[in-house]
DNA sequence: GTCCCTGCAAACGTTTTGCACACAG
DNA sequence: CTGTGTGCAAAACGTTTGCAGGGAC
């Protein structure tokens, strides 16, 4: 696949600088980013970007489908470049503690696609961490 | 399995009128509750009851693991009874619109648990929609 | 040159918190 | 009676928006 600035540029995206740094800040290595981690990111690169220019920008982005949102259960959004090695989570429900896991992925029966074009699918794991566990042994 | 009131005096939790009424709002046969429209529906039976501790309250079912709570895309909190019919969710990426649809849940393999006692598993299948598909075949 | 993007700061909606009082145990 | 839960209102938090100026095309 050809690289995210090159998708956007052909998508007749206005490319501006600091559209760019966020851009790149998200093709990296990371696993999911809040929108103020891809803001001080950004920021480091380009001191003149502002908080709201990151926000309207991450919210194009996952409007064009380049980019996963994805809601953990802590509340604040995160991102996550959607060319990634997938993965998935498994919290704590009690005290938020949350780990990446492999597992399969569930597929979407035909019948249940709606007319939709699926481009991920994000599994979250909801447990209770060992720390956790002995606490709600009141049965 | 034992009512949820009956769950919750065994764990030695201290039953006031709001939290019982609390608990049997989300005991209903709803899907999944704002923490907003939980407040609302209590408020129906019981007036005395305060956002404040609508909100306690759900925090503290959580963290018991006798109530799942599911960040949506859409940023707020919802919550859903764990008991209940398990469905997932297909969410447009564009609009934001959501469907309920039904999919086999994944499994975690064994060697993935790290020690956590599962509870229950989210699953979230990012796609476009039909409206939303056309817009987006700028490649 | 035009239109869209940007920065700033203020507004927004949701959730949390501090405090004094009230009630379950 | 004691300790914990409650209501209220204000604060906190992440995110969005309105507006005037600036830069990509």
Do not use: F, M, Q, S
């Given at each position: 696949m050809e690289p995210l600035v090159t998708r956007l540029r052909n998508r007749e995206w206005r490319l501006t600088a600091q559209r760019r740094v966020i851009a790149e800040t998200l093709a990296g290595e990371h696993v999911h980013l809040t929108a103020d981690e891809v803001y001080e990111r950004s920021r480091a690169v380009l001191?003149?970007?502002s908080r709201a220019t990151v926000y309207n920008t991450l919210n194009e982005l996952v409007g064009m489908g380049e980019l996963l949102e994805m809601t953990h259960t802590d509340g604040r959004k995160r991102y996550d470049p959607?060319?990634?090695?997938r993965h998935h989570h498994l919290v704590c429900v009690s005290c938020g503690r949350m780990l990446d896991v492999r597992a399969d992925d569930p597929r979407l029966p035909e019948d249940q696609h709606h007319g939709f074009e699926l481009l991920a699918v994000e599994v979250t794991f909801r447990a209770r961490c060992p720390e956790c566990v002995p606490a709600a042994s009141t049965s």
């Open positions: 001191p003149e970007v959607n060319v990634e090695e």
